[in-house]
């Protein structure tokens, strides 16, 4: 099976940027034909914060809206999320995985932290 490998977190201010990687040992695609990078912050729910089709649609939630980019290289193994203008809400453990489908969800990893002070 395709494990996927989250990094790129780290401690910014609010209003900074960082861009997290999620590097598949195969295609990222082969694990569902939507790719998602989702959030959680302590005593909260996991939510979802981007997604992309094999096509290249993307698709955001209202608080990612316009701040999130979520794309992949070229080879299809690596997926990304360009975060701008970050705000302390933004803190949270980020994980890649397959989006809206929880039948192709793979074990959750490590994520990467994201840490956003103010």
């Known amino acids: 099976q395709v494990q996927l490998v989250e990094s790129g977190g780290g401690l910014v201010q609010a209003g900074g940027s960082l861009r997290l990687s999620c590097a598949a040992s195969g295609s990222i695609f082969s694990i569902n034909p939507a790719m998602a990078w989702y959030r959680q912050a302590p005593g909260k729910q996991r939510e979802w914060v981007a997604a992309?089709?094999?096509?290249?649609?993307?698709n955001y939630p209202d608080l990612a809206k316009g701040r999130f980019t979520i794309s992949t290289n070229n080879a299809k193994n690596t997926l990304y999320l360009q975060m701008n203008n970050l705000k302390p809400e933004d803190t949270a453990v980020y994980y890649c995985?397959?989006?809206?489908?929880?039948?192709?969800?793979?074990?959750w990893g490590q994520g990467t932290q994201v840490t956003v002070s103010s």
């Open positions: 995985n397959a989006a809206f489908d929880p039948r192709a969800l793979r074990p």
């Open positions: 992309i089709w094999t096509g290249g649609t993307t």
